[in-house]
Structures are given as C-alpha cells and as structure tokens.
C-alpha cells in the first residue's frame, strides 16, 4: 500500500515569487509519482509525471518537480509564479507492478497567489 | 473529442434514495476509473474497468456501492439507500493503457439531506 503526505495545506505566495510545493510518499512498492492540478471549478488536470528516467520532470508552464528516492519526495517548484496558477495541487502515486495503476492521491495544497 | 464527460454535475438527494451517475470516457480508451473525493481531501480510488471487465472493486465503500460498464464504452456508478456520509465529489477517469496519463472528467457533486 502506499500513503502520500503533502504537508502544506495552505500556500500563500506573491506574484513572481518561487515557490515550492512539498510532497513525500511511503511505499514498499517502486513508483509512479505524478501531479494534479484543480482550477477553480474544473477537474483535475495532469501537470506532471515521473515514471522513469531523469529524476527532474518539468511541464509546458514552468513548474518541475524532481524525484528524490533517498528521502521519498517529488516537491514541485516554480521559480516565478502568475496569478493563474492560484489552484489546488495534487501529488499522487501509483505502484509500477499493479496492473491497475490506480492513483493514491495526498490531501492537496491550496496555492494562492496575491498581486 | 471534448474529453471525459460527466452526468449529472449535481445532484441534491434525500437520504435513503438511490442515485446513478454516469461517465463517458474519451473515445478508445479502454480503462476508466472512478475516485471519490470529499471536501478538503484528496480523490480516493473506488474501482476501475478494462473494456467491461471491472478487475478491482476491492475498495468500494460498501456493499451499497456498485459500478457498470456494460459496452465497454461509458460507465455507471450507483448508489444505493444513500447516506449524508455519502456527500461527495465523484470523479470518473480514462487512460488509453496502463501507461498512459488518466484524464480526469469535472465530477458530479452529490449532496445527501
């Protein structure tokens, strides 16, 4: 079985600032790790993944997260954040040997962004 | 293709009724999943389907809880004799394979009085 903690709720950060975003799993299994982001109203959108390779990901927008098997974390950073990336975050994981690759999902961090 | 569809995208019901959902994955794409998500938590994962066969349903809330995906095209989600515990976002998924990314559907919110 595997948990994911994502241990900010809350992130408040002004326009242009970095940010980071922290997310540490715990697993018997090798994983996948991957996130989500959630605008306001909209469904969860795939932001990033990591599932072999170089352990530092990144997406079209900026962001990047790195996979850190040592201290189980993929933390997800960008250095100069926009008003549109106020939304709430996701990490999640998925085990590589299950066939069902279902996604066990940490409680999300609320990103706020203030001019 | 305008992506993974969601019906309805709320429903008020009183407890004790029944409710059925609907999801319509993105065209060939043969596994579709289904997650819960309540306020202030991440999505949890209830069952999933490929093509028609659902290979785990293991983590269903209850016996109350059911899912359907007849054709292997779109899917229902059922629940029975509902409860205010039952209050949630359902969340449906598709993936072209196991590899691929799931693409997720905007949720259908489910309110028990």
């Known amino acids: 079985a595997q948990s994911v903690t994502q241990l900010d709720s809350q992130v408040p950060v002004f326009e242009e600032a970095p940010v980071e975003l922290r997310c540490n799993y715990s697993?018997?299994?090798?994983?996948?790790l991957f996130w989500y982001v959630q605008y306001p109203n909209q469904g969860l959108q795939l932001l990033l993944k990591?599932?072999?390779?170089?352990?530092l990901v990144e997406s079209i927008n900026g962001f990047e997260a790195e996979f850190n098997k040592s201290q189980t974390s993929f933390h997800l950073r960008k250095p100069s954040v926009h008003i549109s990336d106020t939304a709430e975050y996701f990490c999640?994981?998925?085990?590589?040997?299950?066939?069902?690759?279902?996604?066990?999902f940490g409680g999300g961090t609320r990103l706020m962004v203030k001019p | 293709d305008t992506g993974v569809s969601q019906d309805p995208r709320h429903k008020i019901t009183k407890r004790g009724q029944n409710v059925t959902f609907r999801c319509d994955p993105i065209?060939?794409?043969?596994?579709l999943y289904w997650y819960r998500q309540t306020l202030g938590q991440g999505p949890e994962f209830l069952t999933y389907?490929?093509?028609?066969?659902?290979?785990?349903k293991s983590r269903l809330l209850s016996d109350r809880f059911s899912a359907e995906r007849p054709k292997g095209s779109f899917s229902t989600l059922e629940i029975q004799r509902t409860e205010q515990g039952d209050s949630a976002m359902y969340l449906c998924?598709?993936?072209?394979?196991?590899?691929?990314?799931?693409?997720f559907g905007p949720g259908t919110r489910l309110t028990v009085t």
């Open positions: 998924a598709s993936s072209l394979t196991r590899m691929e990314s799931q693409y």
């Open positions: 697993s018997s299994v090798s994983v996948y």
């Open positions: 990591y599932l072999s390779g170089s352990t």
């Open positions: 999640a994981v998925s085990d590589r040997n299950n066939a069902g690759n279902m996604l066990t």
């Open positions: 065209s060939e794409h043969n596994r």
């Open positions: 389907f490929q093509n028609e066969a659902q290979l785990e």
